[in-house]
């Protein structure tokens, strides 16, 4: 009887401070202080002591979801965790549904090993959960990185996180905490700016975001700061087969490495970051997660980062072509667990032979399994009065108006206004007839970018509840006003202004380093079209970096960056209507052309077409 009491008493305060936590989670205190992950290790040890050498290789091995032969493998191999790559998604489609049908149904298979332990179950969800339909879709990091707003970025990491876990999922790998040095990069719009100090703040209100308060609470979501380390400083043509940047060279002395590209680790870490993911790029001719030093040394020791690493997409098959001497290197390394999509089974018996072998010390393993269960203490996952499957309740509130109006905000902040000649915004909403065109006015698809339902994102009307720039035009505008739009900017004649929205297709990782950052020629045709007709013309940019523009800013009245704003177009409308002034600062230096690439705010004969910090108001 008194127990069952207790037990109430205990359901009740849990109640009262998950209503208090709602209540308050939008403004998570950025000076509270995180409990350390090592002080699970009480509860930690007794655990461990009774592992299999098969059930602690099973914790640090990841599969991806459909990369397992058969979910039986779960239970055969003890799997600790699984991912979902970038497309890697539920056989019956996106929908939140399936996505909360896919955790569950993985999870449950956990209940059947012996020990009982829970899966954690990594996304990408980078900006928003952004692999289901219907997910709020925020800027990407390079936006967020022009409002210089640490408070909204920490806001925007607390409703991902909600989102997120409205599916089961309990883990993003999320914030990318690079230090982009070369535009020319695919994933400079990952990055929330060049300036290692801009890195350091955002990254640590994204971490403090998405992990709320306290690891326990069921909104919050374990983060992962990427890629360790250097990832945005490869040199150009140093990249596999000599083409591009991405996964290359750091070619950097250990101070300048530092320097640059260690702020944003020292901050997560400092904000509690459960997780940190060693990166596919090399430093100085040896692969990261290869690295003794990076990994063990700088980060574990001298850093004092007490939460686990977590390799790469197949990163370990890059360290040597023997896939089992691969893994020796990166787990006496420091790597505490493997992202190994298809070749976990192998992963699994090549680390229990190298264990057995004496190649890998049995206290590697037991520190990788420290640190792997230290974190599933700390979410609660090790309750066993608590459920590990979804909280369907959370989908309520999944792509609610109140989270986009959070993005929303998100996206007006982020823009950067870099001209406005003779005060053509902001625009009236009572004008007689605005033409809109380009490629991106009415394009959900190239105004989300990459990592957007699918990996390299897609083109076109590709989640509902968003809102493209044409279709916030038209809601905010007066009865009396007409919208017209032609795609490629004919047909603007007689209109009061003309509105063109231009710039990149989606792309991720290393389909997205350009050697070229000019427009397409049809952008610069439909700018040129528009401005033969005689009207005031307002372009629009979205892009994951800044690019070379240099004719159509000539031909615009007025210029604006927007970067990958994501779903919320009104944040856009807000601005050029000005109901809102342009608040947003370039997060990086702007080039007059090619030639100036790589460019740096702090260089000697700096002299871009816009300065880092760049941004005009009204
Ligand atoms: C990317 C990571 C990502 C991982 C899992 C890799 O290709 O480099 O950023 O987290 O895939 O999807």
């Avoid at 009887?1 to 998950?18: F, G, K, P, Q, Y």
């Avoid at 967020?144 to 925007?156: D, F, P, Q, S």
């Avoid at 990459?450 to 038209?474: E, F, N, Y």
């Avoid at 290393?510 to 033969?532: E, I, P, T």
Wanted: some cysteine; hydrophobic content about 40%; charged content about 20%.
């Amino acid at each position: 009887m008194i127990h069952r009491n207790l037990v109430r008493l205990a359901a009740l305060v849990c109640a009262v401070s998950a209503c208090l936590f709602l209540a308050s989670h939008h403004a998570t205190s950025a000076a509270s202080q995180p409990k350390p992950l090592s002080s699970f290790d009480a509860q930690v040890k007794p655990l461990l002591a009774q592992m299999t050498l098969e059930e602690k290789i099973g914790q640090m091995t990841q599969p991806e979801q459909d990369g397992m032969k058969d979910l039986s493998d779960i239970e055969k191999y003890f799997v600790g965790s699984v991912l979902s790559g970038g497309s890697s998604d539920p056989k019956e489609g996106n929908s939140l549904q399936a996505w909360t049908d896919l955790y569950d149904r993985l999870q449950q298979h956990t209940a059947a090993t012996r020990l009982r332990i829970p899966l954690l179950y990594g996304v990408d969800a980078l900006h928003g959960h952004n692999n289901v339909l219907g997910a709020v879709i925020f800027p990407h990091n390079i936006g967020l990185g022009c409002t210089r707003n640490a408070a909204l970025v920490e806001k925007v990491g607390r409703i991902t996180a909600e989102e997120v876990r409205a599916t089961g999922i309990q883990w993003t790998f999320a914030p990318c905490v690079a230090a982009p040095q070369d535009i020319r990069w695919g994933r400079t719009y990952e990055g929330f700016s060049e300036d290692p100090e801009l890195v350091r703040q955002l990254g640590d209100a994204a971490v403090r975001g998405l992990q709320g308060a306290d690891l326990a609470n069921p909104l919050s979501l374990l983060a992962c700061a990427k890629h360790y380390i250097g990832d945005g400083g490869t040199t150009f043509g140093s990249a596999r087969g000599g083409r591009g940047l991405d996964q290359g060279d750091t070619r950097l002395d250990e101070g300048t490495l530092r320097r640059i590209h260690l702020p944003g680790y020292i901050a997560a870490i400092k904000a509690g970051v459960g997780t940190i993911m060693p990166s596919y790029n090399s430093w100085n001719g040896v692969k990261c997660s290869a690295s003794k030093r990076l990994l063990t040394e700088i980060l574990k020791q001298e850093l004092g980062f007490e939460g686990f690493l977590i390799s790469d997409y197949n990163a370990i098959d890059q360290i040597d072509r023997d896939y089992k001497k691969a893994i020796g290197i990166s787990i006496n390394a420091g790597m505490d667990m493997g992202m190994v999509p298809t070749r976990y089974r192998e992963f699994f018996a090549d680390l229990k032979q190298l264990v057995e072998e004496g190649t890998v010390p049995m206290s590697r393993i037991d520190d990788a399994v420290t640190r792997i269960l230290r974190v599933k203490f700390a979410m609660g996952m090790m309750d066993k009065n608590r459920s590990q499957l979804a909280d369907r309740k959370l989908h309520k509130s999944f792509g609610s108006p109140e989270h986009r109006q959070v993005a929303r905000e998100a996206v007006r902040e982020s823009l950067v206004l870099l001209k406005n000649q003779n005060k053509v915004l902001p625009m009236k909403k009572t004008a007689t007839r605005i033409h809109v065109a380009g490629s991106n006015a009415d394009d959900l698809g190239n105004q989300c970018g990459g990592w957007t339902i699918d990996w390299q994102g897609k083109s076109g009307d590709m989640t509902p509840g968003g809102t493209t720039v044409l279709a916030a035009i038209k809601k905010a505008v007066s009865k009396g006003t007409q919208v017209t739009f032609s795609k490629d900017g004919t047909g603007a004649a007689g209109a009061t202004l003309g509105v063109v929205v231009i710039g990149e297709k989606p792309y991720a990782e290393f389909d997205g380093d350009r050697a070229d950052l000019k427009l397409s020629q049809a952008d610069v045709d439909a700018v040129s079209h528009m401005k033969a007709a005689g009207i005031p013309v307002v372009v629009i940019l979205f892009s994951g970096r800044p690019m070379i523009v240099n004719d159509a800013l000539d031909k615009a009245d007025a210029f604006v960056a927007a970067w990958l704003p994501g779903t919320e177009g009104e944040g856009i409308t807000d601005v050029l209507f000005g109901d809102y002034k342009p608040k947003g600062k370039l997060s990086h230096s702007w080039p007059r052309s090619m030639a100036q690439i790589p460019i740096h705010k702090g260089e000697k004969d700096y002299d871009p077409l816009f300065a880092f910090g760049y941004g005009l108001s009204y």
